[in-house]
Structure formats: structure tokens, C-alpha cells
């Protein structure tokens, strides 16, 4: 079965870093995009930052300067790095990926991952 795995979300300070993975698993041909979204209750699921087959990178004015999105397509995993945290980015973190998954026919299609915490507070 294809899916995203989320990790390394928790409690950090004001200030301090994390770095959140999303690992593809499954009959994977290639990881073609991905993006990192954010929720927090009583708010839309906010884009945070997106990357493209070409490495393009795409940011939410919040966390510019601050968050880097990276993928490792040999690994077919993607990474947020996360720096200069504050309290205002606290919320769920979710990735979403374009995958190709191999079939009697590849095919591209589109995936989410379950979510991580992340807590940021003194």
C-alpha cells in the first residue's frame, strides 16, 4: 500500500529548530512534488512551502527566511526544516506528494500524509 509518513514534530522553544520527514513507501516509481500544509482549530489548512519535480521552491510570507522544504528523491522523502521557531507556527503539519506509483501502467497520483504535532512553546 502507498503512503506518506510524517515524523519529527514535538515540543520545541521559541527560537529553536525541527526537521519534519515525509517518507513515501509503497510501489514507488518517483516522488515528483511535494508540499507542506499547516492547520491549527478554527483556521484553513494554510500552504506553507512547496517544491517542484525542478526544484523549485515556493514559500508563505509567514516563513520566509526561516523554513527550507527539500526532497531526497532517491529516498523518496521529503524534509521541512524548521528554524527560528515562534509560537505562531504551532499546528498540525501535513505533506502532500505527487507520486508516480508503478502499475501494469505507471501512474501519477496524488497523496496526503496523517499529520504531526508540533508544539512550539516557553
Known amino acids: 500500500q502507498v503512503q506518506l509518513v510524517e515524523t519529527g514534530g514535538g515540543l520545541v522553544q521559541p527560537g529553536g529548530s525541527l526537521r519534519l520527514s515525509c517518507a513515501a513507501s509503497?510501489?514507488?516509481?518517483?516522488?515528483?512534488?511535494m508540499r507542506w500544509y499547516r492547520q491549527t482549530p478554527g483556521k484553513e489548512r494554510e500552504l506553507v512551502a512547496a517544491?517542484?519535480?525542478?526544484?523549485?521552491?515556493d514559500y508563505a510570507d509567514s516563513v520566509k527566511g526561516r523554513f527550507t522544504i527539500s526532497t531526497d528523491n532517491a529516498k523518496n522523502t521529503g524534509y521541512l526544516q524548521m528554524d527560528s521557531l515562534k509560537s505562531e507556527d504551532t499546528a498540525v503539519y501535513y505533506c502532500y506528494a505527487i507520486l508516480v506509483v508503478r502499475g501494469n501502467i505507471n501512474y501519477a497520483a496524488q497523496f496526503w500524509g496523517k499529520g504531526t504535532l508540533v508544539t512550539v512553546s516557553s
Open positions: 517544491i517542484t519535480s525542478g526544484g523549485s521552491t
Open positions: 509503497g510501489s514507488i516509481v518517483s516522488l515528483n512534488a
